[in-house]
């Protein structure tokens, strides 16, 4: 019996010996990183996109909306994102000539009012979502937007408390 958990210790043993080398090399050699295409870059916006456009619902989500008030919510956000797509392609090229290093002071110029105009378009998206609450769902929202800015600047705080403990 003692031979046999001996033998059985031993074989395991030199198999892992024998097989750290191999998996040593392959350790070393990693594949070679391929660069992003276009096409990856544009999937992987798309996706944050679609992350973005969730999130705009944040509070609302909360609120136990009505039937009707979530149809009226779906309508108001398409309606705005159907509004703004120009903008928003429009930068994306703007995005694509700052990447390849081709931005003018005229494309500077037309980005920040393009990015003007967009923040304009989410503050008429917010009052219109805000139209269609009850006064007692508005109150509500309002509670949890100031939830969420006491989490942050406490996360803020945090970080600024980690950053400072590092030596650099």
Do not use: C, Y
Request: cysteine-free; charged content about 35%.
């Amino acid at each position: 019996m003692f031979l046999r958990k001996t033998g059985v210790i031993l074989v395991f043993g030199l198999l892992l010996e024998m097989s750290t080398p191999l998996i040593a090399q392959e350790a070393q050699t990693p594949a070679p990183q391929q660069p992003q295409t276009v096409e990856r870059q544009k999937v992987r916006r798309a996706i944050k996109h679609r992350r973005h456009v969730k999130r705009l619902g944040f509070g609302l989500r909360r609120l136990n909306l009505t039937a009707e008030q979530r149809l009226q919510t779906q309508a108001i956000l398409q309606r705005h994102l159907e509004s703004i797509r120009g903008q928003r392609e429009e930068l994306l090229q703007l995005r694509e000539k700052r990447l390849s290093g081709t931005l003018t002071d005229d494309d500077r110029a037309t980005a920040k009012a393009l990015h003007q105009e967009l923040r304009d378009a989410r503050q008429g998206i917010r009052g219109d979502l805000s139209n269609l609450l009850t006064s007692e769902q508005r109150t509500q929202l309002e509670q949890l937007k100031s939830q969420r800015k006491t989490r942050r600047e406490e996360r803020l705080k945090r970080r600024q408390e980690l950053r400072d403990r590092v030596p650099q």
